[in-house]
């Protein structure tokens, strides 16, 4: 049996970090999935949202027992696609809403979403964009608004918690048991 946490957050709020130390407990039976596994997105930015979507998909069927903790799901690529098309009218987010629907079942099984958010304390750009969800700290409050609607909407197993790093180690310890 297997059950799947996904985390999910705005860029820097701590998802990777939480998984390198997830990863440094070594647990019998828990498995950790970074956020970028397919070796064509490794290292580089893809403007075809067909590679995310196989990369979550990939990340999805990685393991078939145990808990496995996974660095954003399909929740953070449909999230980030609808974002998109508020930002930029040209941005079709279509294929993306219709790939979900196909797997949005995930999420009526054994899992959970951990939403980790710091409440707007500190961004992180990781470019600067003016027509993407990541690109502004307008266009990331916007993001995060359609995140939180989104887990809310497909899952009743949704944890919000406000992330400091401080609470890296007790915030581990609710997911993993």
Not at 112 to 133: C, F, R, W
Request: proline share 2%.
């Amino acid at each position: 049996m297997r059950k799947i946490v996904f985390l999910e957050g705005l860029p820097g709020v701590g998802k990777t970090t939480l998984i390198k130390k997830i990863k440094e407990r070594n647990l019998t039976n828990v498995y950790t999935v970074d956020e970028i596994i397919m070796e064509s997105l490794k290292n580089v930015i893809s403007n075809d949202e067909n590679d995310y979507m196989k990369n979550d998909e990939m990340k999805i069927n990685k393991y078939n027992k145990g808990l496995i903790i996974i660095d954003r799901g399909p929740i953070s690529t449909l999230s980030y696609n609808q974002a998109n098309s508020i930002i930029d009218g040209n941005f079709d987010a279509t294929p993306v809403k219709l790939w979900f629907e196909n797997i949005k079942q995930i999420f009526e099984e054994n899992t959970k979403i951990v939403y980790l958010t710091n409440y707007g304390y500190d961004y992180y750009l990781p470019y600067n964009k003016e027509n993407d969800a990541f690109g502004t700290i307008e266009n990331q409050k916007l993001l995060e608004s359609i995140s939180l609607y989104n887990c809310k909407k497909y899952s009743n197993n949704v944890v919000v918690k406000k992330y400091h790093k401080k609470d890296v180690e007790a915030i581990i310890d609710e997911i993993i048991n």
